[in-house]
């Protein structure tokens, strides 16, 4: 047995997966000129339907219509759109039109609510005629407070431990301090 180490030999297949998809053979036929990819095949068809078609429009010029068709051809073998294969590019140009243009929201289509009417009440209810305890608070300029919409306002007078007029809130304490006063 020999003693002598074997070199490694290492293999890498990447390029083989960077060729695009190509046609080059069917069945047992190789096409000529071949292998051609999607994109050549889209101009290869379509050119040659578009030069039967208008026959009469170009057939004054000559074959430079058709050199420019097969030129167009050799010329998008390796065509990309932003390192895209062209359907693959149109395809997501397509679908970005085709979306929403609100978005979506896990998964599903991304909408503003509807309108809908407010269903509150209110209530407007006519003032309390002033009582004879109520007093008015000094004006702005006795109290040396800023003068403002609220310089005069009407302040409650207590009558027998109970304020007599006010909010609700302000009976509801007076009504607590009067029963402190009794626990006390």
């Known amino acids: 047995m020999s003693t002598a180490v074997r070199p490694r030999i290492a ?39 578009a030069l039967i078609k ?4 170009w057939s004054w010029a000559g074959p430079v219509p058709v050199v420019l068709w097969l030129g167009s051809v050799w010329g998008v073998r390796g065509a990309q759109i932003a390192g895209q294969n062209p359907f693959t590019a149109v395809l997501g140009a397509f679908t970005l039109l085709l979306r929403h243009p609100a978005g979506r929201i ?8 509807r309108a809908s009417r ?9 003032a309390p ?20 919409p609220r310089a ?3 302040k409650p007078a207590r009558v027998a ?14 009504d607590a301090d009067k029963v402190e006063g009794r626990a006390a």
């Open 11 to 49: 293999r890498a297949y990447t390029s083989a997966r960077r060729h695009p998809w190509v046609l080059g053979k069917i069945g047992d036929w190789t096409v000529w000129f071949g292998p051609y990819t999607p994109a050549q095949l889209v101009v290869l068809g379509g050119g040659a339907f």
């Open 54 to 57: 208008g026959y009469d429009w």
């Open 106 to 113: 896990a998964g599903r289509v991304a909408r503003d609510k």
């Open 118 to 126: 407010m269903r509150a009440r209110f209530v407007i209810q006519p």
């Open 129 to 148: 005629a002033a009582s004879p305890h109520a007093a008015l608070v000094k004006p702005a300029s006795v109290t040396g407070r800023a003068a403002g």
């Open 152 to 154: 005069a306002m009407v």
């Open 161 to 174: 431990g109970r304020a007599a007029g006010g909010s609700g809130l302000a009976r509801l304490l007076a």
